[in-house]
């Protein structure tokens, strides 16, 4: 089955940075997303991209499906970013496989 | 617009115990997906279920069951509890099986 792995693990960055996040995935897919997870455990939607670039606000997404990675970027880190991020991605019609998730940190 | 919704938030459930699990997907989806996520792990796939079909399984015992009700929502049953089903439980919706999936709140399930 596909593997997805991202990386770095674990990031710690002071208020107002800049950070990226990366998936990499070992097939072709045709869906992907990126969620943030709160610690309340709630799996908040942050992009669905299984191809192209797209922005909401401090966050923007890209995906390069043909070299199969996608990247996640957050400028200007606020202490609310705080929490686990992860790659899903699908193949087929019925299921995502999540990646093993970025755990950031925001310091004040 | 109401989101996902799951009951109940947290149970704890004793060794060998039954449990059903419960998830109302968002209006108009048609497709309910539930993952099970323990601690420092995402979220696993377990089933997905469209139209009132089964259309996927993950990899999980025979335990762990499911199904989807005519207004599309739909319930997780685990039998013979485990220590190691202690988890949250994730439900998804989308409006079909290839699309963009919405995740509800989760219901974490102790067992002691």
């Known amino acids: 089955g596909i593997q997805v792995e991202q990386s770095p693990p674990d990031l710690i960055l002071q208020e107002g940075a800049n950070s990226t996040l990366r998936c990499n995935f070992s097939?072709?897919?045709?869906?992907l997303q990126w969620f943030h997870q709160n610690p309340w455990g709630q799996l908040i939607n942050l992009f669905y991209?299984?191809?192209g670039t797209k922005q909401n606000g401090r966050l923007s997404a890209t995906t390069v499906a043909t070299e199969r990675y996608s990247l996640l970027y957050i400028s200007s880190s606020q202490t609310t970013d705080s929490g686990v991020y992860f790659c899903?991605?699908?193949?087929?019609?019925?299921?995502?496989?999540f990646g093993t998730g970025t755990r950031l940190k925001v310091l004040a | 617009d109401a989101g996902v919704t799951q009951s109940p938030t947290h149970l704890i459930k004793t060794r060998g115990q039954q449990v059903t699990l419960r998830c109302s997907p968002i209006?108009?989806?048609?497709?309910v997906s539930w993952y099970q996520q323990v601690l420092g792990q995402g979220p696993q796939f377990i089933f997905q279920y469209y139209e009132k079909e089964e259309r996927g399984r993950g990899n999980f015992p025979d335990r762990f069951s499911a199904r989807q009700f005519p207004n599309y929502s739909s319930e997780l049953n685990v039998n013979a509890l485990l220590l190691g089903d202690s988890a949250l439980y994730l439900c998804?919706?989308?409006?079909?099986?290839?699309?963009?999936?919405?995740f509800g709140p989760g219901t974490r399930l102790t067992v002691t």
């Open positions: 991209i299984p191809s």
């Open positions: 209006s108009g989806h048609k497709s």
């Open positions: 998804a919706s989308s409006p079909g099986t290839n699309y963009e999936q919405y």
């Open positions: 097939d072709s897919v045709n869906n």
């Open positions: 899903a991605v699908g193949s087929g019609t019925y299921k995502y496989i």
